[in-house]
C-alpha cells in the first residue's frame, strides 16, 4: 500500500505540467505612462482614455500576466500626434501597435517589418477600441468579440492555446518575458466565425470582449465600432485532469493511512 501511494505521488507532478497550457498567441492591451508600459486594467472596449493617453498594442505569445510582452520602444506622445491638431470637444489618442517577432507569429506568417503608430481624434467619451480602429483597420474579430488581428495581422487565427512542445519550438529568436502585468489564462481562444469591423474589444489586458476579468476566454459584450477619425505611419489552465489526479491520490493516501493504523493498533 506505501509502495502504491508513494508512486501516486511521484506521478503527479508529471500529469499536473501536462495538464497545464504553455500559452496563448494573442495581442494584449497597454498603456503607457511615466513609468513606462503598464499592463491596462479594462479591456479596450471599456477603457475611455484621456486626451494626451497612448494606447500600445503587443502580438506576442504568452502564459501568464508576468510572462506578458510589452510593446517594444518609448513613444512620445507629442512626436506621435505631431500633425494633427487638436479641435474643441474632442480628444487625441496615440496608438503603437507592435507586430511582435517571428518566433510569436502563426505558422506561414511573417509580422510586418516595423511597429505601425497613429493618432486617433476622437470624441471625448470615446473608447480605446474606437481609437484602434480609427488608425489600424482592418480589424478581426470573432463572434465572442475577441479581438483577432491588426493591421490583417495575422490572416489566421485567434487566442490559440499553445502545448509545451509548440512554446519550445519557438524560443529560438522569441521575444523576452517583460515584468509587466497581463491576463491570466493570457488571450483565451474564443468560438465561432470571424467577422471583420470596427467592434468589440477585449477585456482585462487582453485586446478581446467584454469587462475586467481573468481566464483563457474573453466573454462580454463587444464595443461600439469607431466614431472618429485617425492618421497612421509605419513603424487558463486546464485544470480537470490535474484535480482529478490529485483527488484520486488524497484517496489513496486515506486509505493507506487507515491500514498503517489498523496494523500497528493490532500488532
Known sequence: MLLLVLGAVLVAPGMTGQAQAAGYRYWSFWQFGGSGWAYATQGPATARPADGTVD?????????????????????????????????????????????????????????????????????DATSAEALAAVAAPLRYNSDALLCAISGYPRTGCGEQLSAEDREAAEPGASSPSDGQGPRGGSGAGTGGDRTDGTGAAGDGRAGAGTAGEGAAGEGAAGEGSSGEGSSAAEGTEEGPALGVFAGIAAVLALGGAAFWQSRRRG
Open 56 to 124: 500600445g498594442y503587443r502580438f506576442s505569445v504568452s502564459a501568464d500576466s508576468q510572462d506578458a510582452s510589452k510593446p517594444r520602444g518609448t513613444p512620445s506622445f507629442p512626436e506621435l500626434c505631431a500633425d494633427t491638431p487638436a479641435r474643441p470637444g474632442t480628444k487625441r489618442v496615440a496608438v503603437v501597435i507592435d507586430f511582435g517577432t517571428e518566433a510569436d507569429a502563426p505558422a506561414g506568417e511573417k509580422p510586418p517589418p516595423a511597429q505601425a503608430t497613429g493618432c486617433a481624434t476622437l470624441p471625448a
